[in-house]
């Protein structure tokens, strides 16, 4: 991977054909320090917001020993980086054969599941093993996510006791263990309070000792429209809750982020193929890294990369992808210079989670290229850069238009109901 100081001196050095992922390891390392230093929490990486070998490698540098694996090709990744680490195989609903694989070829011993056959499942697929540790997914309520994560998964409350006690009887010498999910970026950290709340009445009901409460993901990160509270409020909001669980002295706690360790990392360098009034068409798309530029209508930050000087009027354009399919839209406002035209580079950032990971190969685009900037990313929690979008500089009249229109995709992804993740 070729470093370069800033986006600039790629585009001046290559002028880059295909879109080009500008990755930032010092924001992975920050982000992974925070969760090591402030979450009395064992962190577990969840791969699949950014499944990237650079991602991998910064983590276990930077101290983290977990990870949240869903696949056998996500298990097969991190142990290609390193066979000391821990993997917890986190999707409640498993293949028999990729169980049998995880546990006996690449030492897997943590396992999810939120239903009785899928524990049953577990314990056929490894034998009847005395050293698995088993993590019980519960539902929980979701306000104040961007996404839940729900709707596909978790066991009711209802039903949450037996399956606590079922799982708390077939574990040996193992941990047992539960786990939810408020959904992906949640803006309020007492989601996670309240979660807890709710999953520390089922286990009083079924009268189990549990060793292990693990809080999942769904810490945010910053994109226009959304600036989340500080992340230490997270931090107090889950230490407290877990203060009022039933459980022991010696229960874990442990915590699965995968959006807030990756989103400032990375960038998105895309190249205008043509422009057609406020329309600028890219070569980077839905099918690409913009996933949630299309589907959640996210107006992620913008700046222009131009070797030589810019007008200084900033217009709002929407933006199309390569493909041929007319969902490939991304309706922004993406604020940017007025004299923008075909052959610019456009830098689009926040994108190191759910951006990469999402691209297809549809239509022969979705390939990229990948360099290593060593700027600021351009916002940040962890005080790499401000805490929020910088407002765009323009006259009085357009900045009124942009906070008028900055406003409306936070409210449509907000109650968009999805379960992608
Ligand atoms: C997706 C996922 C995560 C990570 O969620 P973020 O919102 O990106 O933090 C963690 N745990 C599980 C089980 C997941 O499915």
């Known amino acids: 991977m070729r470093t370069y100081q800033l986006p600039l001196d790629l585009v001046r050095e290559r002028s880059p054909e295909r879109p080009v992922a500008l990755v930032r390891p010092r924001s992975v390392s920050v982000a992974a320090l925070w969760f090591q230093d402030n979450l009395k929490a064992d962190v577990f990486y969840a791969v699949k917001a950014n499944p990237s070998r650079w991602v991998i490698e910064t983590l276990i540098e930077a101290g983290v020993r977990g990870f949240d694996v869903a696949s056998i090709a996500e298990i097969e990744l ?99 263990g539960v786990s939810f999910h408020v959904g992906s970026q949640c803006m309020r950290p007492t989601a996670y309070q309240a979660a807890m709340a709710q999953v520390g009445r089922s286990i009083s009901r079924a009268g189990v000792i549990v060793d292990i409460v693990d809080v999942g993901g769904g810490f945010p990160s910053v994109y226009p429209g959304m600036v989340p509270p500080d992340m230490s409020e997270y931090a107090d909001a889950i230490h407290r809750g877990f203060n009022e669980m039933p459980v022991s002295e010696t229960t874990e706690l442990w915590c699965e982020p995968g959006r807030a360790i990756v989103a400032e990392s990375s960038s998105i360098l895309a190249r205008v193929d043509l422009r057609k009034g406020d329309a600028l068409y890219l070569n980077d798309g839905s099918y690409g890294s913009l996933f949630d530029a299309t589907h959640s209508r996210w107006p992620f930050p913008t700046k222009l990369v131009r070797d030589g000087e810019a007008a200084s009027e900033l217009k709002a354009f929407q933006f199309y992808g390569p493909t041929c399919d007319s969902i490939d839209h991304m309706p922004g406002p993406f604020w940017l210079p007025a004299d923008i035209r075909e052959g610019d580079f456009i830098e689009i950032g926040m994108l190191g989670a759910y951006g990469v990971a999402m691209s297809t190969g549809f239509n022969g685009y979705g390939e990229h290229d990948i360099a290593i900037v060593e700027d600021a990313p351009m916002a940040s929690l962890y005080g790499l850069a401000p805490r929020s979008i910088p407002t765009v500089r323009t006259t009085a009249e357009e900045n009124a238009r942009k906070v008028v229109r900055l406003s409306r995709p936070k409210g449509k992804a907000g109650q968009r109901k999805k379960s992608r993740r």
Not at 94 to 107: L, N, P, W
Not at 139 to 168: E, H, I, M, N
Request: aromatic content about 6%; proline content about 3%; charged content about 20%.
């Open 78 to 176: 991190v142990r290609s980086v390193s066979h000391d680490v821990r993997l917890a195989f986190m999707h409640p609903v498993k293949s028999r054969s990729a169980i049998t694989k995880a546990y006996f070829e690449h030492g897997v011993r943590t396992f999810s599941l939120d239903c009785v056959d899928e524990l049953n499942k577990i314990l056929d697929a490894t034998g009847g093993a005395d050293d698995l540790n088993l993590i019980v997914r519960m539902a929980v309520s979701a306000d104040g996510a961007a996404y839940t994560l729900s709707g596909k998964f978790g066991v009711p409350a209802d039903q949450a006791p037996a399956l606590l006690l079922a799982t708390r009887q077939a574990v040996k010498d193992g941990l047992m």
